[in-house]
């Protein structure tokens, strides 16, 4: 197997963003953004896990997301609240909480400037469960989600 490491789009990697949720605590992302979505905005894609973005899935998260980033999509890897660096308790999986704040995200996201309004989720297991849940609140940035080894019946 091979590691594309030449893409369209050269990109920049945020290592560390606080995302505001409506009750004031915050998410820790870390960013791969196209150096062109600063002057052209682009669609951005979450995803959105407890997996501690500093550790466990470090290095899948580097190969994947920049290769998304160097196709031209903002990409973004969200801790869940009460997991890596985000505020809060992690006090179940697919809580009301966990949706909301996913809800939360996707609008922070769509705001800014390298965003063209344009969200899509990614995920497996865990993050395709709250894919399809998010999805389900219907936020209107949302526009597409990928959701893999996952179910809508828990």
Not at 7 to 20: D, L, S
Not at 82 to 106: C, K, P, R
Request: hydrophobic letters at 40%; a negative charge.
């Amino acid at each position: 197997m091979s590691v594309v490491e030449s893409f369209p789009y050269q990109v920049r990697e945020i290592e560390n963003v606080f995302i505001p949720m409506r009750d004031g605590a915050q998410l820790a992302a870390r960013i791969w953004l196209p150096e062109e979505a600063e002057r052209t905005p682009m669609p951005a894609i979450m995803e959105y896990i407890p997996y501690r973005k500093r550790d466990i899935t470090r290095g899948r998260d580097a190969t994947n997301h920049a290769y998304l980033a160097g196709h031209g999509y903002v990409c973004i890897r969200v801790d869940m609240r009460g997991s890596g660096d985000s505020d809060g308790v992690l006090t179940d999986e697919y809580t009301q909480q966990e949706q909301e704040d996913g809800v939360d995200a996707i609008a922070w996201l769509a705001e800014q400037p390298w965003c063209d309004g344009n969200v899509g989720m990614m995920g497996i297991s865990w993050g395709g469960f709250n894919s399809l849940q998010v999805a389900a609140k219907r936020p209107p940035a949302l526009k597409a989600i990928i959701s893999i080894c996952s179910s809508d019946d828990l």
